[in-house]
């Protein structure tokens, strides 16, 4: 069964400075990866996803992500971080599984979060 | 406006009672899926549902029901045999399986 390793349960930050939150998951084939981010007392969002092509993928802001195949992993970066920016961020793989149908990509794996706070 | 509905936003309940969680969403997506939420516990899948009329059991499946009579609808029953039930409660819906999952604002349950 797929799994998936947030690092950092917490990670605090001053302002302006850059994060990078981790993530490594333990499928050794083709995955499809996402990031999300919760606010408190919400649902998820989602803030980026890779399914396949360039392995540098951005979000709107300023978030990136670079899936890395051979070291399994899929780490957050922001380079300037924003008071805006504290909440809970979640990474999440669906990995395939074969069977007698054939081969299909499964539901998504969340990690256990990692809780961003940017100090002032 | 597309998404997801989730009601009520807090809920309360004596212990002993059982409680249904409404889930909705007008995304078309075929599936559904309840996940409970606890600090430093990340998301614990309960229930999903990948077409009508069908569902499986996730992680933590025991002391909960669900039903899917429409395409639209998933919602979450907590039964009185849940040992302990309160929790933020988290419904999504997605196309595909493996395909992104929308979520919905979440119900907080609090059980007195």
């Known amino acids: 069964a797929q799994s998936v390793t947030q690092l950092d349960s917490q990670v605090p930050v001053f302002e302006e400075a850059p994060v990078e939150l981790r993530c490594n998951y333990s499928?050794?084939?083709?995955?499809?990866l996402f990031w999300y981010v919760q606010y408190p007392n919400q649902g998820l969002q989602l803030l980026l996803k890779?399914?396949?092509?360039?392995?540098l993928v951005e979000s709107i802001n300023g978030f990136e992500a670079e899936f890395n195949k051979s070291q399994t992993s899929f780490h957050l970066r922001k380079p300037s971080v924003h008071i805006s920016d504290t909440a809970e961020y979640f990474c999440?793989?669906?990995?395939?599984?074969?069977?007698?149908?054939?081969?299909?990509?499964?539901?998504?794996?969340f990690g256990q979060g990692t809780i961003l706070t940017v100090h002032p | 406006d597309g998404g997801i509905t989730q009601s009520p936003k807090y809920l309360f309940r004596k212990e002993g009672q059982n409680v249904t969680l409404s889930c909705e969403q007008n995304?078309?997506?075929?599936?559904m899926y309840w996940y409970r939420q606890d600090p430093g516990q990340g998301l614990r899948l309960i229930y999903y549902?990948?077409?009508?009329?069908?569902?499986q059991k996730g992680d933590i499946a025991e002391g909960y029901s669900v039903s899917r009579e429409k395409k639209e609808s998933f919602p979450l029953t907590v039964t009185s045999a849940q040992k302990n039930p309160t929790a933020f409660y988290l419904c999504?819906?997605?196309?595909?399986?493996?395909?992104?999952?929308?979520f919905g604002p979440g119900t907080r349950l609090t059980v007195l």
């Open positions: 999504a819906s997605s196309w595909t399986p493996y395909n992104e999952q929308f």
């Open positions: 499928s050794s084939v083709s995955v499809y």
């Open positions: 890779y399914l396949s092509g360039s392995t």
């Open positions: 999440a793989v669906s990995a395939p599984t074969t069977n007698a149908g054939g081969t299909s990509y499964g539901k998504l794996t």
């Open positions: 995304l078309n997506h075929d599936a």
């Open positions: 549902s990948q077409i009508v009329n069908d569902f």
